[in-house]
């Protein structure tokens, strides 16, 4: 019996809902033939927007959505994609497929998908291939409410009132693919581009966000933050879990028991990766004014066999459900000083939480996750531990069980528990300091290890009552199931 320790009494903070955010990219059918389909589509939509997606991710809880890129960010110009449709440019979409790029979604329609979403804009300026002035007046377009060149172009577009634009990164994965810079050089760019980013509306306040490291890269991080931390509001890092390398990824679909344990594994080192940034970000910013966002995660698989190599297509599984699992898990422990974090990509793309076929559509288990853990959204995270065996894999050991929990403002706790495991289930004895237990409702997500949802209509992974449970005065005990996610809410 694996004990369970939640202490309600220490505070971490408060969790971002923002940790809940997605990221979408003109990339594959990520935006055309994924979420936007056009205003003359057969498929319902609103204003080119699909109604059926709308609804699902409205549905989920999506906080805040990325865009225009990625890498693509750092080709993209925003004027192209402004003005009258049948004038705009098409351009080449050279790191992704290298299709024709029509510009058909532009500001205008990604700020009105934001509408219809309910969620907050984060754009991602072009630093690689842009200027300083491209970027300076894309702010003045959608902020400012005033008289101006860039205020008076958005009018004549359409829109009279400003956006709000909540975060803006200046750049994309600037040490390679926005422009293969030096980490130094990076950063006097990062100050001479901030210079410009005005705040043209005093109701807006751009929360700026530098380039930030890959992965591992805490050099990165310590030029940035030597050089640039008092001109900026975060670092981005940008975290993907691959099962080998990028050199020799897995199938998303079929694959061994040796690759899900290595994929696991290998998520669950984002943990030691944030430790290690932070403590450089510490070292540079002891009161802890730089968040961290993780601004790219997620699994980064084969693509299907088939599908353009460009698109990055991959289906999703039950292993996909426990890498965001623990990953969301790890975000939540990190409240105090992860803002943001952005899983890769939100439609038909990466570890994509909904994927479409035409006028079909699907959501995958991912999915399933980040609508159970919406509930952590703006709960204060409070400590909690979990004894745990470990699992092991020639990427190493890591534990079975991964969780996180935290409390809203009346008390109530939500508790989600990752069951890594692919064969064996876990008992838990969980205890609640200084609480007396008066209610307990728990929902799971659980299925064979390479279960995933098709387009025929098999649907084995979705969010079911689980009730292997007995609460006690204290807690609570429960058996969970091999592959499984798990939320425990808590009424003390
Ligand atoms: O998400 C796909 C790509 O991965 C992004 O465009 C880029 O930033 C990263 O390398």
Redesign the pocket.
Known sequence: MEKYLINPNKKIGTISKDIYGH?S?H?GRCIYDGIFVGEDSPIPNVNGMRSDIVEALRDMGIPVLRWP?????DEYHWMDGVGDKSQRKRIINT??GGVVEDNSFGTHEFMELCRQLDCDAYINGNVGSGTVREMSEWIEYMTFDGVSPMAELRRKNGREEPWKVKYFAVG??NW???GNMTPDYYAHEYDRYNSFIKDYNKDNHIYRIACGP?TADYDWTEQLMKISRDRMDALSL?Y?TLTNGWQDKSPCLDYTDGEYYRMVAHAYGIDKVIDGHLRVMDHYDPEGKVDLVVD?W?T?HDVEPGTNPGF?YQQSTMRDAVVAGLTLNIFNKHADRIKMANI??LIN??QAVILTDGEKMLLTPTYYIFKMYKQHQLNTAIDSYITSGMLDSDKGAFPQLIESASMDENGVITSTIVNASMTDSAEIKAQIADRSVTDIKAEIVTADPRAYNDFDGRHPVETTEFDDFAASADGFTAKLPACSIVKFTVKC
Do not use: D, S, T
């Not at 890129?69 to 960010?73: D, H, I, P, Q, T």
């Open positions: 990221f990219e990339l890129g990625g890498c693509f960010a790191n992704w994309n994965e390679g693919c926005g890959n940008h993907y790219e997620g980064w990055l890769a990509q793309v990466l």
